[in-house]
C-alpha cells in the first residue's frame, strides 16, 4: 500500500500512509486511538475505498470495492467481535455462507460428515482442541472461539489473515494459546497482519511492527532491532520530539 488517503467528510483518517506485508511474515500493526488502524485494515480487507493511493499484491495493482472481492483474493479479516454465530455449532460456523451440499434425488442436502471431517483436518492444523464439536460456540473459551474464527479464515484459503486485538479480554493462558495460532500460521506460509496495543504480544510474534501516527507511517522496525520503549515513543510521537529537539540543539550548537 502506497500512499494511501482516507477522508470522511472534514476528518482524514489516512493520510499518504504507506504498508507492506511479506508472504509468510507477522506484521504487526500498532498506533494510539485514532492512528488510523481500523480504517487502514478496512482498506484492505475491501471495507474502505480509499481516496488516493495504491495497492498492489503480488506485483499487481487491486481495487476492493467489498469484501467479497478481498476474500476472492485470499484476504480474511478476524475482527475484535469474531462475528461467530453463538447459537450454531463449530463446523456450521466454519462453513456459514459456504455450506457443502451433496444431491440424492435430485434434492441437495448439505453435506455435514464431509463439513464435519474437513473441521477437524482444520482444528488439527492448529492443534484446537474441542471435545464436542456440536455444542453453541458461545458455549467456547475465548481461545477456542479464536481458533473457531481462524479455522474459518484458513477454510476460505486466506493467504492473509488481519486479526484485530485477538488477545483482547483473554486470561493469560488463552492469550498464549492465540499467539501460538499465530506461529502455526506463518509456519503454513500464510502472512498475518496483527493488531494489537499489547506491545509484549507483538514482541512474541511478530517479524516486523509498522507504527501509524496520525494517519500517517510513523516508523516500521524489525522486532529483532528494536526495543519496546522506541516502538512506543514512534506510537507516541515522542520519538519525533526528541529528533526535532536535538535537532535544534545541533543547530544552535553550529552558530
Not at 463439513?115 to 473459551?141: C, F, G, H
Amino acid at each position: 500500500m502506497t500512499g494511501i488517503v482516507k477522508r470522511f467528510g472534514g476528518v482524514t483518517a489516512l493520510d499518504g500512509a504507506d504498508f507492506s506485508i511479506l508472504r509468510g511474515e507477522v506484521m504487526a500493526l500498532v498506533g494510539d486511538n485514532g492512528a488510523g488502524k481500523s480504517t487502514l485494515i478496512k482498506a484492505i480487507a475491501g471495507a474502505h475505498e480509499p481516496d488516493a493511493g495504491s495497492i498492489r499484491m503480488n506485483g499487481a495493482e487491486v481495487r476492493f470495492r467489498t469484501p467479497q472481492e478481498a476474500w476472492a483474493r485470499g484476504i480474511a479479516t478476524i475482527y475484535q467481535e469474531l462475528a461467530l454465530a453463538g447459537k450454531m455449532n463449530v463446523p456450521d460456523n466454519i462453513f456459514l455462507g459456504r455450506e457443502l451440499t451433496r444431491t440424492f434425488a435430485g434434492v441437495p442436502f448439505l453435506d455435514r460428515r464431509t463439513m464435519r471431517l474437513r473441521t477437524e483436518e482444520l482444528l488439527q492444523q492448529l492443534e484446537v482442541r474441542i471435545q464436542d464439536l456440536d455444542v453453541w460456540v458461545e458455549q467456547l473459551s475465548g481461545g477456542q472461539r479464536q481458533g473457531v474464527a481462524i479455522a474459518r479464515a484458513l477454510n476460505l484459503d486466506a493467504d492473509l489473515i488481519i486479526m484485530d486485538e485477538p488477545t483482547a479480554a483473554l486470561a493469560v493462558g488463552e492469550a498464549h494459546k492465540v499467539l501460538d495460532f499465530i506461529r502455526r500460521l506463518r509456519a503454513q506460509g500464510k502472512s498475518v497482519i496483527l493488531i494489537s496495543h499489547n506491545i509484549l504480544d507483538v514482541f512474541q510474534v511478530a517479524d516486523r511492527i509498522t507504527v501509524l501516527h496520525h494517519g500517517r507511517t510513523e516508523g516500521v522496525r524489525r522486532t529483532a532491532e528494536t526495543t519496546p520503549e522506541e516502538i512506543i515513543a514512534l506510537i507516541t510521537g515522542a520519538a519525533q520530539y526528541r529528533w526535532a529537539a536535538g535537532h535544534r540543539d545541533r543547530e544552535r550548537a553550529a552558530t
